[in-house]
T-cell receptor
Framework: QKEVEQNSGPLSVPEGAIASLNCTYS??????FFWYRQYSGKSPELIMSIYSNGDKEDGRFTAQLNKASQYVSLLIRDSQPSDSATYLC????WGRGAQKLVFGQGTRLTINP | DGGITQSPKYLFRKEGQNVTLSCEQNLNHDAMYWYRQDPGQGLRLIYYSQIVNDFQKGDIAEGYSVSREKKESFPLTVTSAQKNPTAFYLCASSIDHEGWGTEAFFGQGTRLTVV
């Protein structure tokens, strides 16, 4: 089982609709969860962080965390063509005596005008 | 300006050569990471470090080496033992908060090509 899993997509959503991205993780004691957006050829940029169960909203983005189910999601409302990118889920986990940041394989999202 | 600087942006290596990728941060972050990204793939962890003079192997450390002699610097050497080094290399750093990492921020990346 991979430590962090995402549906690789591609996910295609019409402009103005809600895009829903999902992520599961293996380490029950993880406390920190992040969503990054990556445009082709560029480095990832942080768009959301979440540390507590429930929803966290920032503009058109909502992150949802359910630690009991080991599940994190990202909702993008009123999707715009500029939201077309790869979305990476990242989770802090304990490695060899130190904490490490592990990424999923990413979900490629396309917003269709 | 505060941030993470990776250099060079593009690097070409001949087979059998070692090359070193630079990563410097002036954010006073404790943790630093190196990732490798292949086309259409996610980020795979090569090495990570929480404190100076200490680092751990990630999932794909074979053929790579690192050092952490200063808090702000975490160079990655790609050795000749790495059989397929052509990839996009990303360095990141984050603050440690009560034993758990906070948000990590990335440099612009180094694109390494073997010629």
């Amino acid at each position: 089982q991979k430590e962090v899993e995402q549906n690789s997509g591609p996910l295609s959503v019409p402009e103005g609709a809600i895009a829903s991205l999902n992520c599961t993780y293996s380490d029950r004691v993880s406390q920190s969860f992040f969503w990054y957006r990556q445009y082709s050829g560029k480095s990832p940029e942080l768009i959301m962080s979440i540390y507590s169960n429930g929803d966290k909203e920032d503009g058109r983005f909502t992150a949802q965390l359910n630690k009991a189910s080991q599940y994190v999601s990202l909702l993008i409302r009123d999707s715009q063509p500029s939201d077309s990118a790869t979305y990476l889920c990242a989770v802090n986990m304990w490695g060899r005596g130190a904490q490490k940041l592990v990424f999923g394989q990413g979900t490629r999202l396309t917003i269709n005008p | 300006d505060g941030g993470i600087t990776q250099s060079p942006k593009y690097l070409f290596r001949k087979e059998g050569q070692n090359v070193t990728l630079s990563c410097e941060q002036n954010l006073n972050h404790d943790a630093m990471y190196w990732y490798r990204q292949d086309p259409g793939q996610g980020l795979r962890l090569i090495y990570y470090s929480q404190i100076v003079n200490d680092f751990q192997k990630g999932d794909i450390a074979e053929g790579y080496s690192v050092s952490r002699e200063k808090k702000e610097s975490f160079p990655l050497t790609v050795t000749s033992a790495q059989k397929n080094p052509t990839a996009f290399y990303l360095c990141a750093s984050s603050i440690d908060h009560e034993g758990w990492g906070t948000e990590a921020f990335f440099g612009q990346g180094t694109r390494l090509t073997v010629v």
